[in-house]
C-alpha cells in the first residue's frame, strides 16, 4: 500500500513543552510541562490556562466518568468541583517514582504507567541498556483499590484502550515498540505482545479504523496498523511527543512538537520554548480511549 503523505499548520507556538493532549469539551487540554499550566485551546488557536498542576515534566491528565479531572505526578490528583485537590488513590506500595501516562476506560478503570526512575536518570537509562526495564503499569479501579498490572516495560509511555474496552496498547519507547495485552473483566492485564515495532512510539491515539497514530525517531508522525504498517506519514521539523484526534468529527489530528536536543537536556530545551501544537486532518475519526 502506498503511504499518504501529509502536511501540517501551526495552531500554537512558543511553548515550554507539550505532551499529552486530550480532546475534552470542545477544545483540545494539555499539561505545559515546566510550567503549572494546563491548557485549553480550540481549533482557532484561542489558548487558555484551566487549571495549575505540577510544574515539572511527565503529568498527564485525564476525565473521570463525573467529569473530575485527574492528574498524575509524583501522586494521582482529583480536582474537585470547588478547585480544591485531593489525592485520587494510594500508589505509593507500587512505586516512589513519577506517575506519567494515563488512559481512563468506558467503566471508569484508570491505567496510569510510570517509567520506575527519575527523569534526571535519563541519559544514564539511554546510554546503559542493560538496565533492567523498570516500568509498570498501575490499575485504579472505580472503588479506589489500586494494584500493579504490568511491570518489565522499557520506559512506558502514551497508552490507548479499544473501543470494546479489551486491548490496552502502550508504547515502549526505548525498544520502539507498541505493546499490547488483552484486558480482563477485572481490568488485570495478559497476553503481551508487539502491536508494530521499528518506531519511536511516545503519547499515541487510536482511530476507528483500528490505527494508531504515533512517533518515529526521524522526526515523523505516522499512522501504523497492527504488524507495522505504515500508512500515513507527516514529516515535522522537530519531534513528535504526543498525538490525538479530536475536533468536532474527531478527525483532526493534533501533535504535541519540541525540539529533542537529547535526554540530558530538559533544562535547555523548556527555555528554548519550541514547543508547538500542530494539526492535520486525518482520515479516520478517533475512537476507543483516550
Known sequence: ???????????????????????????LWFPHWGTPEIIAVDLEGNAEVMAEGPSGLGQSIGWLPDGRMLVTGDELTR???????????????????VWSEMTIDGRGNIYVNSIGFDFSEMAERVMDPS????????????????RKVADGIAFPN???ITPDNGTLIVSESFTGTLLAFDIAPDGSLSGRRPWADGLGPDGICLDAEGAIWTSTRDNGCVRVAEGGEI??????????????????????????????LGPDSFDEMLAKRSGQVLIADAPAAHDGWP
Open 1 to 27: 500500500m502506498t503511504t499518504t503523505q501529509m502536511k501540517p499548520r501551526v495552531l500554537l507556538d512558543g511553548l515550554t513543552m507539550v505532551e499529552s493532549p486530550r480532546w475534552h469539551d470542545g477544545r
Open 79 to 97: 480536582y474537585e468541583p470547588d478547585g480544591t485537590t485531593v489525592r485520587h488513590a494510594d500508589l505509593s506500595h507500587i512505586t516512589d517514582a
Open 158 to 160: 502514551g497508552m490507548v
Open 231 to 260: 500508512l500515513a506519514r507527516i514529516q515535522l521539523d522537530r519531534a513528535c511527543f504526543a498525538t490525538m484526534l479530536g475536533g468536532p468529527d474527531g478527525r483532526t489530528l493534533f501533535m504535541m512538537a519540541n525540539e529533542f
Open 131 to 146: 538496565n533492567d526495564p523498570t516500568g509498570v503499569i498501575a490499575l485504579i479501579t472505580p472503588d479506589g483499590a489500586a
